[in-house]
Protein backbone atom coordinates (compact mmCIF):
# COMPACT_ATOMS: atom_id res chain seq x y z
CA UNK A 1 0.00 0.00 0.00
CA UNK A 2 1.34 3.56 -0.75
CA UNK A 3 0.74 5.49 1.96
CA UNK A 4 0.81 9.49 1.96
CA UNK A 5 1.24 11.06 5.06
CA UNK A 6 0.31 14.98 6.10
CA UNK A 7 1.65 16.87 8.48
CA UNK A 8 0.33 18.12 10.85
CA UNK A 9 -3.47 16.83 10.99
CA UNK A 10 -4.74 20.13 12.74
CA UNK A 11 -2.93 23.90 12.51
CA UNK A 12 -4.86 26.95 13.86
CA UNK A 13 -2.78 30.08 13.39
CA UNK A 14 -3.93 33.71 13.30
CA UNK A 15 -4.19 36.22 10.14
CA UNK A 16 -0.97 37.11 8.50
CA UNK A 17 1.24 34.44 9.55
CA UNK A 18 3.07 32.09 7.98
CA UNK A 19 2.64 28.33 7.80
CA UNK A 20 4.52 25.46 6.24
CA UNK A 21 2.23 21.64 5.76
CA UNK A 22 4.05 18.40 4.54
CA UNK A 23 3.18 15.44 2.62
CA UNK A 24 5.55 12.34 3.05
CA UNK A 25 5.52 8.90 1.66
CA UNK A 26 8.26 6.33 0.91
CA UNK A 27 7.17 5.49 -2.83
CA UNK A 28 7.80 7.45 -5.58
CA UNK A 29 5.10 9.16 -7.06
CA UNK A 30 4.90 10.52 -10.83
CA UNK A 31 3.32 13.19 -9.56
CA UNK A 32 1.70 15.31 -7.08
CA UNK A 33 -1.41 17.25 -6.34
CA UNK A 34 -2.53 19.62 -3.72
CA UNK A 35 -5.97 19.99 -3.06
CA UNK A 36 -8.31 21.95 -0.77
CA UNK A 37 -11.66 20.72 0.45
CA UNK A 38 -14.52 22.90 2.17
CA UNK A 39 -16.86 21.17 4.45
CA UNK A 40 -19.36 19.20 2.61
CA UNK A 41 -17.93 19.59 -0.53
CA UNK A 42 -15.58 17.90 -3.20
CA UNK A 43 -11.81 18.37 -3.33
CA UNK A 44 -10.67 21.34 -5.25
CA UNK A 45 -7.57 21.03 -7.17
CA UNK A 46 -4.44 23.59 -6.60
CA UNK A 47 -1.44 22.32 -8.15
CA UNK A 48 0.16 19.47 -10.05
CA UNK A 49 3.86 19.04 -9.56
CA UNK A 50 6.01 16.54 -11.49
CA UNK A 51 9.54 17.17 -11.78
CA UNK A 52 11.75 16.44 -8.49
CA UNK A 53 12.62 19.53 -7.00
CA UNK A 54 10.14 21.76 -8.85
CA UNK A 55 8.65 24.50 -7.20
CA UNK A 56 5.06 26.32 -8.20
CA UNK A 57 3.76 29.37 -6.66
CA UNK A 58 0.10 30.37 -6.76
CA UNK A 59 -0.12 33.97 -5.13
CA UNK A 60 0.66 33.21 -1.52
CA UNK A 61 0.64 29.50 -2.33
CA UNK A 62 3.90 28.06 -2.88
CA UNK A 63 4.33 24.25 -3.24
CA UNK A 64 7.53 22.40 -3.55
CA UNK A 65 8.04 18.93 -4.59
CA UNK A 66 10.83 16.73 -3.24
CA UNK A 67 14.11 15.58 -5.19
CA UNK A 68 12.98 11.94 -5.05
CA UNK A 69 9.81 12.68 -5.72
CA UNK A 70 8.51 10.78 -2.83
CA UNK A 71 7.37 14.22 -0.72
CA UNK A 72 6.21 17.61 -0.92
CA UNK A 73 5.49 20.91 0.95
CA UNK A 74 3.19 23.44 0.60
CA UNK A 75 4.08 26.79 2.57
CA UNK A 76 1.17 30.00 2.74
CA UNK A 77 2.61 33.39 3.59
CA UNK A 78 0.26 35.57 5.29
CA UNK A 79 -2.41 33.41 5.49
CA UNK A 80 -5.94 34.49 5.64
CA UNK A 81 -9.45 33.16 6.86
CA UNK A 82 -10.25 32.45 3.12
CA UNK A 83 -7.25 30.38 3.50
CA UNK A 84 -9.16 27.85 5.86
CA UNK A 85 -9.86 24.13 4.83
CA UNK A 86 -8.76 20.76 4.17
CA UNK A 87 -5.68 20.59 2.16
CA UNK A 88 -5.26 17.17 0.89
CA UNK A 89 -1.95 15.92 -1.08
CA UNK A 90 -2.78 12.88 -3.56
CA UNK A 91 0.41 10.91 -5.51
CA UNK A 92 -0.17 9.10 -9.25
CA UNK A 93 1.77 5.99 -9.51
CA UNK A 94 -0.32 3.91 -12.07
CA UNK A 95 -2.35 5.07 -14.71
CA UNK A 96 -5.14 7.11 -13.80
CA UNK A 97 -5.51 5.65 -9.28
CA UNK A 98 -4.37 8.66 -6.89
CA UNK A 99 -3.28 7.57 -3.18
CA UNK A 100 -4.82 10.61 -0.89
CA UNK A 101 -3.28 11.14 2.58
CA UNK A 102 -5.59 12.25 5.35
CA UNK A 103 -5.36 15.76 5.15
CA UNK A 104 -4.24 19.16 7.27
CA UNK A 105 -7.36 20.71 8.46
CA UNK A 106 -6.56 24.45 8.47
CA UNK A 107 -8.04 27.26 10.20
CA UNK A 108 -6.95 30.67 10.11
CA UNK A 109 -8.54 33.26 12.69
CA UNK A 110 -9.38 36.95 12.25
CA UNK B 1 -21.03 25.30 -15.30
CA UNK B 2 -19.19 22.59 -17.57
CA UNK B 3 -17.43 20.79 -14.00
CA UNK B 4 -18.34 17.63 -12.24
CA UNK B 5 -22.35 17.21 -11.32
CA UNK B 6 -23.48 14.43 -8.86
CA UNK B 7 -27.18 13.81 -7.62
CA UNK B 8 -28.21 13.62 -5.01
CA UNK B 9 -26.18 15.50 -2.80
CA UNK B 10 -27.66 13.92 -0.03
CA UNK B 11 -29.43 10.24 0.99
CA UNK B 12 -30.73 9.41 4.16
CA UNK B 13 -31.88 6.03 3.94
CA UNK B 14 -32.68 2.48 5.51
CA UNK B 15 -30.66 -0.11 6.87
CA UNK B 16 -31.07 -2.78 4.36
CA UNK B 17 -32.14 -0.96 1.30
CA UNK B 18 -30.48 -0.27 -2.22
CA UNK B 19 -29.70 3.08 -3.03
CA UNK B 20 -28.41 4.41 -6.58
CA UNK B 21 -25.83 7.69 -7.22
CA UNK B 22 -25.04 9.57 -10.52
CA UNK B 23 -22.28 10.94 -11.69
CA UNK B 24 -21.66 13.15 -15.01
CA UNK B 25 -18.21 14.44 -15.77
CA UNK B 26 -16.52 16.93 -17.20
CA UNK B 27 -17.66 16.38 -21.14
CA UNK B 28 -14.12 15.78 -22.41
CA UNK B 29 -13.20 13.67 -19.67
CA UNK B 30 -13.11 9.82 -20.56
CA UNK B 31 -11.85 8.52 -17.24
CA UNK B 32 -14.18 8.62 -14.13
CA UNK B 33 -13.11 7.56 -10.63
CA UNK B 34 -15.48 6.89 -7.28
CA UNK B 35 -14.10 7.54 -4.24
CA UNK B 36 -15.65 6.76 -0.16
CA UNK B 37 -14.57 9.80 2.48
CA UNK B 38 -15.32 9.54 5.90
CA UNK B 39 -14.84 12.01 8.33
CA UNK B 40 -11.39 13.13 9.13
CA UNK B 41 -9.98 10.72 6.15
CA UNK B 42 -8.82 11.56 2.82
CA UNK B 43 -10.99 10.12 -0.20
CA UNK B 44 -10.41 6.51 -0.48
CA UNK B 45 -10.36 4.86 -4.15
CA UNK B 46 -13.23 2.64 -5.02
CA UNK B 47 -13.29 2.14 -8.74
CA UNK B 48 -12.55 4.35 -12.19
CA UNK B 49 -13.77 3.66 -15.83
CA UNK B 50 -11.97 4.48 -18.84
CA UNK B 51 -14.55 5.49 -21.26
CA UNK B 52 -17.45 2.54 -20.74
CA UNK B 53 -14.46 0.06 -19.30
CA UNK B 54 -14.35 -0.16 -15.47
CA UNK B 55 -10.32 -0.75 -15.65
CA UNK B 56 -9.79 -1.25 -11.84
CA UNK B 57 -11.74 -2.08 -8.24
CA UNK B 58 -10.93 -1.57 -5.31
CA UNK B 59 -10.45 -4.58 -2.79
CA UNK B 60 -12.26 -3.04 -0.18
CA UNK B 61 -15.40 -2.63 -2.76
CA UNK B 62 -17.94 -5.50 -1.62
CA UNK B 63 -19.85 -7.32 -3.97
CA UNK B 64 -23.05 -5.30 -2.31
CA UNK B 65 -21.23 -2.17 -4.32
CA UNK B 66 -21.45 -1.92 -8.43
CA UNK B 67 -20.41 0.86 -10.62
CA UNK B 68 -21.87 1.27 -14.12
CA UNK B 69 -20.80 3.72 -16.91
CA UNK B 70 -22.68 2.24 -19.54
CA UNK B 71 -22.19 4.73 -22.56
CA UNK B 72 -18.73 5.97 -21.62
CA UNK B 73 -20.42 9.27 -20.62
CA UNK B 74 -22.50 9.33 -17.35
CA UNK B 75 -21.60 6.71 -14.36
CA UNK B 76 -23.83 5.32 -11.57
CA UNK B 77 -22.82 3.78 -8.34
CA UNK B 78 -24.78 1.37 -6.70
CA UNK B 79 -25.44 0.24 -2.94
CA UNK B 80 -27.44 -2.96 -2.70
CA UNK B 81 -28.45 -4.16 1.11
CA UNK B 82 -26.91 -0.74 2.48
CA UNK B 83 -24.87 -0.95 6.27
CA UNK B 84 -24.15 1.51 8.92
CA UNK B 85 -20.84 1.75 7.42
CA UNK B 86 -21.53 2.45 4.41
CA UNK B 87 -22.75 6.35 5.81
CA UNK B 88 -19.98 8.27 3.60
CA UNK B 89 -19.31 11.04 1.39
CA UNK B 90 -18.87 9.47 -2.10
CA UNK B 91 -17.06 11.32 -4.24
CA UNK B 92 -16.49 11.66 -7.99
CA UNK B 93 -14.05 12.84 -10.28
CA UNK B 94 -13.19 12.77 -13.74
CA UNK B 95 -9.71 13.22 -15.85
CA UNK B 96 -8.68 13.36 -19.23
CA UNK B 97 -6.38 10.23 -20.00
CA UNK B 98 -3.94 12.38 -22.01
CA UNK B 99 -1.41 15.13 -20.62
CA UNK B 100 -1.22 15.48 -17.02
CA UNK B 101 -3.60 12.53 -16.02
CA UNK B 102 -3.73 12.29 -12.40
CA UNK B 103 -5.35 15.97 -12.54
CA UNK B 104 -8.69 15.02 -11.19
CA UNK B 105 -11.73 17.05 -10.79
CA UNK B 106 -14.50 16.44 -9.01
CA UNK B 107 -17.84 16.99 -7.84
CA UNK B 108 -19.63 18.54 -5.15
CA UNK B 109 -20.32 14.49 -3.66
CA UNK B 110 -23.13 12.37 -2.83
CA UNK B 111 -23.72 12.47 1.23
CA UNK B 112 -24.91 8.84 2.38
CA UNK B 113 -26.25 8.38 6.07
CA UNK B 114 -27.76 5.37 6.31
CA UNK B 115 -29.95 4.90 9.92
Known amino acids: TQLLEQSPQFLSIQEGENLTVYCNSSSVFSSLQWYRQEPGEGPVLLVT?????EVKKLKRLTFQFGDARKDSSLHITAAQPGDTGLYLC??????????FGDGTTLTVKP | DTGVSQDPRHKITKRGQNVTFRCDPI?????LYWYRQTLGQGPEFLTY????????KSRLLSDRFSAERPKGSFSTLEIQRTEQGDSAMYLC?????????????FGPGTRLTVT
Open chain 2, 49 to 56: FQNEAQLE
Open chain 1, 49 to 53: VVTGG
Open chain 2, 93 to 105: ASSFSGGASYEQY
Open chain 2, 27 to 31: SEHNR
Open chain 1, 90 to 99: AGGRNAGKST
